[in-house]
Nanobody, 123 residues
Framework: QVQLVESGGGSVQAGGSLRLSCAASGWSMKTQCMGWFRQAPGKEREGVASISKDDVPTYATSVQGRFRISKDTAKNTLDLQMDSLTPDDTAMYYC??????????????????RGRGTQVTVS
């Protein structure tokens, strides 16, 4: 059974940084696609970043240059480093995983496996 558990959310002032982490069990990061998506109140889910089995990262335009996705296959964890945060980044952030040949952020909101999310608030 695949389980994804996010951590690291919180409240931060604009311009600050946060690092999210996703602990995966029952899932091999070495062989499949993983990523993050977010959902703000009253808005649709938005793919944020993805990383392929070959460690190729892809970012949504809205976070390009500010966020960095990485994975540690030894620990089976997926991280999202978020810098230069703005109030527009306020949302619930979710970890996602799927068997995708095309591993891109837009595929993350409907991924086969999703965590319960961690809240990020930027003021």
């Amino acid at each position: 059974q695949v389980q994804l558990v996010e951590s690291g959310g919180g409240s931060v002032q604009a311009g600050g940084s946060l690092r999210l982490s996703c602990a995966a069990s029952g899932w091999s990061m070495k062989t499949q696609c993983m990523g993050w998506f977010r959902q703000a109140p009253g808005k649709e889910r938005e793919g944020v970043a993805s990383i392929s089995k070959d460690d190729v990262p892809t970012y949504a335009t809205s976070v390009q240059g500010r966020f960095r996705i990485s994975k540690d296959t030894a620990k089976n964890t997926l991280d999202l480093q978020m810098d230069s945060l703005t109030p527009d980044d306020t949302a619930m952030y979710y970890c996602a995983a799927d068997f995708l040949s095309l591993c891109v952020p837009s595929r993350m909101p409907n991924a086969r496996y999703r965590g319960r999310g961690t809240q990020v608030t930027v003021s």
